[in-house]
């Protein structure tokens, strides 16, 4: 029996565990004829409930207004950027704004989106700045507060508020992302935060590997999703926005349940974010992108100042521990052959110098 002609069933749910409290050592072969149910799908093709979601992306790249049109969303049972969401009973996490600008931001948000509020009522917000805890002390009183009370989603904006141990030490997130584990396995919850990037221009990296601190955070979610920011140009925001201060992102994912979606490009016309319908931002690139730097330069003569300036920046964000850079990295990010980087070299030999193809400061 395949797939599809096997029965999902109810009764196979509940978790045996041992007497170390450690579930039991199953047998897939008695399972495959009657599969346990799988949780519901919180946001179609892309996270159940009772699982982890990270939101990554630099900082103040609108994720909190983007959480924020997230939880109307599963409140009210719509779309949040073209994907369906299940109608949800909702806790959002404020650690970061005061409780009355929280409270205008969803009212502002409800009112861009012209949707009725017909289930603002299962949106519940936790205020907690100046009130901010590391996740080993506040979990347990989390899980405290909303136990058997039907929430669906816990929405926690953002962590770096509540993070434990050293964001770049494996072993001091794995025990953070830990606590994530215990929330879900304790409330039924899905747990939806965000993080930022990294410094530096983002464009040249995969999505998942984009989120400041050790891989774990990548690594740990079952979705992954990462906002990055296009190059546009004014006529472009001017043609096709209403406000002269928004901006073009594009939303890539890492899922562990589903396929990764194509790439989402979207406007951030606050207070809220509106997919590109008109599919205006495709071709545009993301800073740092090589394909960017590749466009730009075959479009303009560069001035030697302007060259300059772009290889300083080039060797600033590639440089290794011990100061030099690799030619072939530098050609990589820049877009250009390693010929020209050796050009390079030699037009600013006056502060740069490159042996074996290792670049170094003089």
Same mark, same amino acid.
């Not at 103040?60 to 073209?82: D, P, R, Y």
């Not at 996740?135 to 009183?141: R, Y």
């Given at each position: 029996m395949n797939r599809i002609e096997a029965l999902e069933v109810d009764d196979l749910d509940v978790e045996e565990l041992d007497s170390e409290g450690?579930? *039991?050592?199953?047998?897939?072969?008695? =399972?495959?004829?009657?599969?346990?149910?799988?949780?519901?799908?919180?946001?179609?093709?892309?996270?159940?409930?009772?699982? +982890?979601?990270?939101?990554?992306?630099?900082? $103040?790249?609108?994720k909190s207004f983007l959480l924020m049109q997230l939880a109307i969303a599963l409140v009210e049972g %719509? $779309?949040?950027?073209?994907?369906?969401?299940?109608?949800?009973?909702?806790l959002y996490v404020n650690l970061e704004i005061d409780r009355n600008s929280c409270i205008h931001r969803f009212n502002d948000i409800y009112?861009?989106? +012209?949707?009725?509020?017909?289930?603002? &009522?299962?949106?519940?917000?936790?205020?907690?700045?100046? @009130?901010?805890?590391?996740?080993?002390?506040?979990?347990?009183?989390?899980?405290?507060?909303?136990?058997?009370?039907? =929430?669906?989603?816990?929405?926690?904006?953002?962590? =770096?508020?509540?993070?434990?141990?050293?964001e770049n030490k494996a072993s001091d997130m794995g025990e953070f992302t830990n606590l994530f584990d215990m929330i879900t396995?304790? !409330?039924?919850?899905?747990?939806?935060?965000? &993080? &930022? &990037? #990294?410094?530096?221009?983002?464009?040249? +990296?995969?999505?998942?590997?984009?989120?400041?601190?050790?891989?774990?955070?990548?690594?740990?979610?079952d979705a992954l999703i990462d906002l990055i920011e296009l190059n546009i140009t004014e006529d472009l925001r001017t043609n096709h926005t209403s406000n002269e201060t928004s901006t073009a992102w594009r939303? *890539? #994912?890492?899922?562990?349940?589903?396929?990764?979606f194509k790439p989402l490009n979207f406007w951030f016309d606050y207070p809220i974010h509106r997919v590109d319908e008109e599919d %205006?931002?495709?071709?545009? =690139?993301?800073?740092g992108d090589t394909r960017a730097n590749l466009e730009r330069s075959s479009k303009r003569n560069q001035t030697p100042l302007s060259r300059k300036s772009e290889f300083d920046q080039a060797f600033d964000i590639n440089k290794r521990k011990d100061g030099?850079?690799?030619? !072939?990295?530098?050609?990589? @990010?820049?877009?250009?052959? *390693?010929? !020209?980087?050796?050009?390079?070299?030699? *037009?600013?030999?006056?502060? @740069?110098?490159? +042996?074996?193809g290792i670049i170094s400061r003089k």
């Amino acid at each position: 029996m395949n797939r599809i002609e096997a029965l999902e069933v109810d009764d196979l749910d509940v978790e045996e565990l041992d007497s170390e409290g450690l579930p *039991e050592l199953i047998d897939v072969g008695t =399972y495959m004829t009657r599969l346990p149910k799988l949780p519901d799908e919180l946001i179609k093709g892309v996270v159940r409930v009772g699982h +982890k979601m990270m939101i990554s992306g630099a900082s $103040k790249s609108g994720k909190s207004f983007l959480l924020m049109q997230l939880a109307i969303a599963l409140v009210e049972g %719509t $779309k949040w950027l073209g994907f369906q969401c299940k109608q949800s009973k909702v806790l959002y996490v404020n650690l970061e704004i005061d409780r009355n600008s929280c409270i205008h931001r969803f009212n502002d948000i409800y009112i861009a989106l +012209k949707i009725k509020r017909s289930n603002a &009522h299962n949106l519940t917000v936790w205020n907690l700045r100046g @009130y901010a805890t590391p996740l080993d002390k506040l979990a347990p009183i989390l899980i405290r507060r909303i136990a058997q009370r039907g =929430y669906d989603a816990i929405i926690i904006d953002p962590i =770096y508020k509540i993070i434990t141990g050293d964001e770049n030490k494996a072993s001091d997130m794995g025990e953070f992302t830990n606590l994530f584990d215990m929330i879900t396995k304790d !409330t039924g919850c899905t747990v939806i935060f965000s &993080h &930022h &990037h #990294s410094k530096g221009p983002q464009g040249y +990296k995969r999505a998942m590997d984009r989120a400041s601190g050790s891989g774990v955070f990548a690594r740990d979610p079952d979705a992954l999703i990462d906002l990055i920011e296009l190059n546009i140009t004014e006529d472009l925001r001017t043609n096709h926005t209403s406000n002269e201060t928004s901006t073009a992102w594009r939303m *890539e #994912s890492s899922l562990r349940e589903f396929n990764n979606f194509k790439p989402l490009n979207f406007w951030f016309d606050y207070p809220i974010h509106r997919v590109d319908e008109e599919d %205006t931002l495709k071709k545009k =690139y993301a800073a740092g992108d090589t394909r960017a730097n590749l466009e730009r330069s075959s479009k303009r003569n560069q001035t030697p100042l302007s060259r300059k300036s772009e290889f300083d920046q080039a060797f600033d964000i590639n440089k290794r521990k011990d100061g030099t850079c690799v030619a !072939t990295v530098l050609s990589e @990010y820049l877009g250009i052959a *390693e010929r !020209t980087i050796r050009d390079r070299v030699k *037009e600013f030999n006056d502060e @740069y110098v490159t +042996k074996k193809g290792i670049i170094s400061r003089k």
